[in-house]
């Protein structure tokens, strides 16, 4: 995601705490980013396929970033990482605009969540969100499951 885009409704968002070059070359920017919540915007232009929508691998990056982001804003990351353990993308319609997606995390989610990697070293969650065009039809669907973890940690 850009650095110089990136921005919160109430403050400017800090560095990213894991950066990605391909994802940062999509030019998906942040809508709203704070405490287990993201929406993002993958834009159209620079991401469409051959007939002037919006390419497989752009709404699967947006999948990974929206799902990944609520648990890594959790996250120390001296202590900890992210991983994802899989992803699914259902397409329903192709869009020919830019695409946004969002996905929170509960307080009581995040207990849990936070709980699980202090006493185990690990915690997962399932994230479930649908995709939207600018014209807000629903154009895909994503499930993805996200793991965190903590360095040194062994199954």
């Given amino acids: 995601m850009t650095e110089a885009q990136p921005q919160t409704q109430e403050q400017p968002r800090s560095e990213p ?6 994802v940062e070359r999509t030019g998906m920017t942040y809508l709203e980013d704070s405490r287990g919540h993201a929406r ?7 991401n469409e396929n051959h007939v002037g929508v919006l390419y497989m ?10 799902a990944a982001l ?16 899989d ?12 695409v946004t997606a969002e996905f929170s995390l ?6 849990g969540l936070l709980a699980d990697l202090e006493r185990k070293g690990s ?8 995709m939207h065009d600018a014209d807000g039809a629903h154009v895909a669907s994503g499930r993805v499951t996200v793991k965190l ?7």
């Fill in 106 to 111: 509960s307080e009581e989610t995040i207990d």
């Fill in 17 to 22: 705490k894991y950066r990605v070059p391909f």
């Fill in 149 to 155: 973890l903590s360095h040194g940690w062994k199954k």
């Fill in 70 to 85: 609520p648990g890594i804003s959790l996250l120390d990351v001296e202590r900890h990482f992210p991983i994802l353990k």
């Fill in 40 to 46: 993002l915007l993958m834009p159209l232009a620079g």
């Fill in 57 to 66: 691998g752009a709404f699967t990056v947006l999948a990974e970033a929206v």
């Fill in 123 to 130: 915690a997962t969650y399932i994230a479930e969100f649908l």
């Fill in 87 to 98: 992803i699914y993308v259902d397409f329903h319609k192709p869009a020919a605009s830019d």
